[in-house]
């Protein structure tokens, strides 16, 4: 049975379970993860149009909510489950994504004429990655489990993560015009900014993960990056028959199906 430091006082008890507070505070990041989910990623033109953004950027508003999506997802299961442990590292991931995305937010408003939407982004950004810290400097002392998932398979699926969520992180947020490239129009650099933020989060998550290889704590990470990655590929498909994105759904579709594969495997095996 696993033992951890209390967060309020020095004797020890069974796992580290979040207040009801915390929990209904968590209901905040599962909205807007959910919302800016699945609003662009199954309604793309009508959120382009709601947002006052370009209606023509489908590859991208879609991609953007596959990587927002995983977020949603976990932080509702985490409210009904209740585990600082599991939820660890997606609170870790959290942090960059949304100080990032204010960011975003900001030199956006300061550089170019925002959309209304841009400005009403501000304040949830803010919320998070301040409920985000507040969490992680609270729970600091809990003791985490023993490594029972150190294995080389393991270690190489995390570090190709990291490398993969990386570079699809830092790109769109330096330099979105790149996709021109690889034949992708970037109408709307802000959502691929932001696409990027949720994207450069999972590479933070990663490189934490590499850490901890428990599978109390990599349960929900694994969860993530099976929504990220199967979702994006399955997006990815219409595009590869209609010829509106040339490149990227070609690479993307198989990685993020071959990807989703490898995580209910390895979601598998932290639930054994």
């Not at 207040?19 to 699945?38: A, D, K, Q, S, Y």
């Not at 937010?105 to 304040?123: G, H, Q, R």
């Not at 969520?165 to 690889?182: C, K, N, R, S």
């Not at 209609?242 to 990227?248: A, F, N, R």
């Amino acid at each position: 049975m696993l033992h951890v430091l209390s967060p309020s006082h020095t004797g020890t008890r069974i796992d580290a379970k979040l207040t009801t507070l915390e929990r209904v505070l968590l209901i905040l990041p599962t909205l807007v993860g959910l919302t800016f989910g699945l609003f662009p990623l199954l309604l793309p033109k009508t959120f382009a149009d709601v947002a006052q953004f370009p209606a023509d950027d489908v590859f991208v508003y879609q991609l953007a909510g596959a990587a927002t999506l995983g977020y949603g997802v976990v932080c509702l299961l985490d409210i009904f489950w209740g585990s600082w442990l599991a939820i660890r590292l997606p609170t870790i991931a959290l942090v960059p994504f949304n100080l990032l995305a204010l960011a975003v937010c900001i030199i956006t408003i300061a550089t170019t004429n925002a959309p209304y939407s841009v400005y009403l982004l501000l304040t949830p950004t803010i919320l998070l990655s301040s409920l985000s810290i507040w969490l992680l400097w609270r729970y600091r002392h809990v003791t985490r489990p023993e490594q029972d998932l150190a294995q080389l398979p393991v270690r190489l699926f995390l570090t190709i993560g990291t490398l993969a969520a990386g570079t699809f992180g830092v790109l769109p947020l330096v330099a979105p015009q790149l996709g021109t490239l690889v034949h992708l129009r970037i109408n709307a650099p802000f959502i691929a900014q932001m696409a990027g933020a949720a994207s450069f989060g999972y590479a933070v998550m990663t490189v934490f993960a590499q850490r901890a290889l428990s599978s109390l704590e990599l349960r929900l990470p694994i969860v993530m990056a099976a929504i990220f990655n199967g979702v994006a590929g399955v997006a990815c498909i219409p595009f590869i028959f209609s010829g509106d994105v040339i490149i990227l759904p070609i690479l993307i579709a198989p990685v993020g199906l071959a990807v989703l594969v490898g995580t209910l495997i390895g979601l598998r095996r932290t639930m054994a």
